[in-house]
């Protein structure tokens, strides 16, 4: 199970930190990824680290903005989200990525979701 908190509503320019824990998976076992879903889009790939937290990845659209973390003693991965925009507004998703052959920017390589945060990022 990984639960997501942190999410909530900040001014453009702001900064917030999601955090997402989980239980009852060996939790540094598993890249991570974060992904985000606006109304009426397609889940989209924010960031993933992987397991050991020695690699990350990011889209272009949070690239030097927003840091993927993790805290394999806490089970809880991290996304720091610095200058947030109001295009970041979406709920935000943590995932557990399972299919190792799949790259880590889709969602099919996910097989543990969290149930979403919502940030909003007011202008």
């Known amino acids: 199970q990984l639960q997501a908190s942190g999410g909530g509503l900040v001014q453009a320019g702001g900064s917030l930190r999601l955090s997402c824990s989980a239980s009852?998976?060996?939790?540094?076992?598993?890249?991570m990824g974060w992904f985000r879903q606006r109304p009426g889009t397609e889940r989209e790939f924010v960031a993933a680290?992987?397991?050991?937290?020695?690699?990350?990845y990011y889209s272009n659209s949070v690239k030097g903005r927003f840091t993927i973390s993790r805290d394999n003693a806490k089970n809880t991965v991290y996304l720091q989200m610095n200058s947030l925009k109001p295009e970041d507004t979406a709920v935000y998703y943590c995932?557990?990525?399972?299919?190792?052959?799949?790259?880590?920017?889709?969602?099919?390589?996910?097989?543990?979701w969290g149930q979403g945060t919502l940030v909003t990022v007011s202008s």
């Open positions: 680290i992987t397991r050991s937290g020695g690699f990350s």
């Open positions: 009852g998976i060996i939790f540094s076992t598993y890249d």
């Open positions: 995932a557990a990525r399972s299919d190792v052959k799949a790259t880590v920017i889709r969602p099919s390589a996910y097989g543990y």
